[in-house]
Antibody, heavy 118, light 112 residues
């Protein structure tokens, strides 16, 4: 049974960084890519980037290039998404999602609300 | 960059059929697979269509997907509408020019 469990809600001040974790259960971890998608309140889903959990290669959205870093810890079956230089517009729910064998997001984490406020 | 455009909202009555469009900004939408995700308020998205027209197990056959090359668009059709289908629906594909995943703006479906 595949499950993706994310870390809890965060409140950050503008200019700070946030690191969200996503722990995977099941024996698939290094076989698939893991993506991060965010959704600001009342807004669309927005793709941020992904990591090949097997070799650690990453690809980031141009929109977040330079501010986002995705890493993984294979021993803990966990991927991380760190977003720096936070601003109020980064207030959103952040999701991790597995990119499955049929090339779509087949499993999602429960979401982590990040609030950026002074 | 490649963009996907969806209508902001649609509404239809229970039992009827509704079609939601997703139009590609450039190139051919048929060049890369299109997926459709359903997101009920306060919930995580779930896939209802992948690879243009395939349904994951557990998704009823009332949901179907298609590609229209002439209009460079993808469509999600839901027949026999139920109140539980009320949700936001997002199309998603791939931008080959920059290797990024792309979501449409989402369509709010109201079943009334």
């Amino acid at each position: 049974q595949v499950q993706l469990v994310q870390s809890g809600a965060e409140v950050k001040e503008p200019g700070a960084s946030v690191k969200v974790s996503c722990k995977a259960s099941g024996d698939f971890f290094t076989s698939y890519a893991m993506h991060w998608v965010r959704q600001a309140p009342g807004q669309r889903l927005e793709w941020m980037g992904w990591i090949n959990a097997g070799n650690g290669n990453t690809k980031y959205s141009q929109r977040f290039q330079g501010r986002v870093t995705i890493t993984r810890d294979t021993s803990a079956s966990t991927v991380y998404m760190e977003l720096s230089s936070l601003r109020s517009e980064d207030t959103a729910v952040y999701y991790c999602a597995r990119f499955g064998p049929h090339y779509y997001f087949d499993y999602w984490g429960q979401g982590t609300l990040v609030t950026v406020s002074s | 960059n490649f963009m996907l455009t969806q209508p902001h909202s649609v509404s239809e009555s229970p039992g009827r059929t509704v079609t939601i469009s997703c139009t590609g900004s450039s190139g051919s939408i048929a060049s890369n697979y299109v997926q459709w995700y359903q997101q009920r308020p306060g919930s995580v998205p779930i896939t209802v269509i992948y690879e243009d027209n395939q349904r994951p197990s557990g998704v009823p056959d009332r949901f179907s997907g298609s590609i229209d090359r002439s209009s460079n668009s993808a469509s999600l059709t839901i027949s026999g509408l139920k109140t539980e289908d009320e949700a936001a629906y997002y199309c998603q594909s791939y931008d080959s020019s920059n290797h990024e995943r792309v979501f449409g703006g989402g369509t709010k479906l109201t079943v009334l």
